[in-house]
């Protein structure tokens, strides 16, 4: 009763302030609630609901590099965020090849999903599914969950979005070669990884028994690897600093039986890098007794023989081997195959997206990482729009004036503009519409306009399938979910030719940071921004600190430089786990 007492006090002795009384009932989980302000003629006034704003539905389809990125940095207070991934982690795959050696191990690559997507302002739903179609017309994913059939439950069900994210990755491209999919590994997932391992030392154990013959022995440690590009060339060299590092001190007697073979069907491996690296590449594993075929096509694969044919000649050989890797690109995965169907896509080996990331013919459905391209508008398209966009006074003629009011937009929304002058060492646009002399031109007519931007499509270039554009990707389409209300009424982006207005964000563009290309015996090469080419031990050093400042968690930072440590004082590990 005093308790009561108390707060009648309370309340009756302030009349004028405003006041509220809760009472909360700990055992039913329930809420009184009582409001006591001044109004005209005495009367308190009680909400008692409020409506919830409905959220937007969003599914994420996948939990790689531009998931994660998305997911990472989306404010969800404005979203109902589901997420579905047949895996339950985030793996950084760049550091895959060390794993299948041991030099790194996979747990320290691997970041669980729910760690990831834990929010303060909200909460992001994880399904651990696959899908296994999408239905754009009535706005579904039909996903199928990877656990084991063993327990309790159903294991299909579907989800409803308002907006899809597809950002599933893509499969490993065989190009249809026969025995590929039967005898050789991929490293595509963290699991392969655990694979070549696991093989890796088989190959080894089997080749010390006894009643082998030389042959015999050669032929189990045989590794070739096919694909000349950076998973490749870093897999083979992990695999010869695994050997000749630690397999020799355990396995003695086979340390000169061991062959290691790179069959790569351009002209030179790393074809992607500039030349130089190219070419150091080549010599270093000349230098390491790793055996490079350039201009070879394999034919088939079987389980102990892979056989190929010299480009330059039409010869066909064919060579023993212990273990294959199979590292030639990407293929689009069968779902997202499906639904390009639906979307008129058919006829495309490639999903398609416009600058902002949406699927071409779906506004709602977005599309990032290895799944999709994005197809960027031709500046030709639309260069007659643009002229009379920037033509105010009619006069069928442009002045340098005139094009300069529409120069920032048309850089931003064609930035194949940008990379044309830094082709051509020019400065500004306005460069363009110089005569041949080099003199600024007074006045330029439609025709003139064309032929000064006619070679600028030639830069244009689809973005490679990695983890950086991934990511890129991914933070960008965050941002731009993330400013989208206020984008609507103050529009960010260029200027719409064609129909006025402007576009709601500024289009996607890729920021290239570099790439490496670690070769082994703590060496590397690097291609960074501004044509900066660095090769050698220090470079390699470079290497370690950017892929462990790039870890998505301070946990996985810790393990994957702690596993580099390890390596550096007790060597490998050569068990069979």
């Not at 597809?166 to 997932?189: D, M, R, S, Y």
């Not at 290895?370 to 009379?388: P, R």
């Not at 968690?553 to 050569?574: A, N, P």
């Amino acid at each position: 009763m005093g308790f009561f007492s108390y707060f009648t006090r309370i309340f009756h002795g302030h009349p004028s302030a405003s006041k509220l009384f809760v009472i909360c009932s700990l055992s039913s989980g329930g809420l009184i609630a009582h409001g006591d302000s001044p109004s005209e003629g005495g009367k308190s006034i009680v909400e008692l609901n409020q409506k919830v704003p409905v959220k937007k539905r969003v599914v994420v389809l996948g939990t790689g590099w531009a998931g994660t990125s998305f997911l990472k940095d989306l404010d969800i207070s404005s979203y109902d965020v589901q997420v579905v991934s047949p895996r339950n982690y985030f793996a950084f795959t760049p550091l895959l090849p060390s794993v299948t050696c041991g030099t790194v191990e996979a747990r320290s690559i691997v970041e669980p999903v729910r760690n990831i997507i834990k929010k303060r302002n909200g909460e992001i739903k994880f399904w651990e599914a696959e899908c296994l179609k999408i239905d754009p017309a009535n706005k579904k994913v039909f996903c199928r969950s990877t656990i084991g059939e063993n327990l309790a439950g159903n294991n299909e069900f579907s989800l409803e979005y308002d907006y899809l994210v597809i950002a599933i990755g893509a499969q490993v491209n065989t190009f249809n070669t026969p025995g590929v999919l039967e005898h050789c590994h991929f490293l595509k997932e963290v699991e392969d990884a655990q694979r070549i391992r696991r093989t890796v030392i088989d190959c080894f154990e089997k080749s010390v028994l006894p009643g082998l013959t030389e042959e015999e022995r050669k032929t189990n440690l045989h590794f070739i690897i096919v694909g000349g590009g950076p998973t490749g060339v870093e897999f083979a060299a992990e695999l010869h600093d695994f050997v000749h590092e630690d397999l020799v001190n355990v396995y003695p007697s086979v340390k000169d039986l061991v062959n290691i073979t790179v069959i790569q069907s351009g002209d030179h491996i790393l074809n992607s890098f500039d030349e130089r690296i190219s070419s150091f590449a080549e010599q270093k594993f000349q230098r390491d007794g790793i055996k490079v075929l350039t201009g070879h096509r394999v034919l088939s694969v079987s389980d102990r023989l892979i056989n190929m044919r010299m480009k330059a000649t039409g010869n066909d050989d064919s060579i023993p081997h212990g273990m294959v890797v199979w590292s030639t690109g990407v293929g689009t995965r069968p779902v997202v195959k499906d639904f390009m169907e639906q979307v008129g896509q058919g006829n495309r080996r490639v999903l398609a997206t416009d600058e902002w990331l949406r699927v071409k013919g779906r506004d709602e459905v977005y599309a990032l990482g290895d799944c999709a391209t994005v197809d960027q508008k031709k500046i030709m398209e639309d260069i007659s729009v643009i002229f009379k966009a920037a033509d105010k006074d009619n006069s069928g003629t442009l002045t340098i004036e005139e094009f300069q009011d529409v120069i920032e937009d048309v850089t931003i929304r064609y930035p194949q503009v940008e990379l044309y002058l830094k082709s051509k060492h020019l400065f500004d646009v306005a460069d363009l519409l110089k005569d041949a002399d080099g003199n600024d031109g007074v006045e330029v007519d439609i025709e003139g306009f064309k032929l000064a931007l006619s070679h600028v499509d030639a830069q244009m270039k689809s973005l490679p399938a990695t983890a950086q554009v991934a990511a890129q990707q991914g933070a960008y389409l965050s941002r731009c979910f993330n400013i989208w209300e206020k984008c609507k009424d103050n529009p960010e982006g260029p200027r719409k030719f064609k129909s006025g207005g402007r576009h709601e964000f500024r289009p996607f563009r890729y920021r290239h940071l570099g790439q490496f290309a670690p070769l082994g015996g703590e060496q590397a090469a690097a291609e960074l921004p501004g044509d900066w080419v660095s090769m050698g031990h220090s470079t390699q050093w470079l290497w370690y600190s950017v892929y462990a400042s790039k870890q998505v968690s301070w946990r996985t930072r810790v393990l994957v430089i702690g596993d580099w440590s390890r390596r550096y004082i007790f060597g490998r590990d050569s068990s069979r786990i």
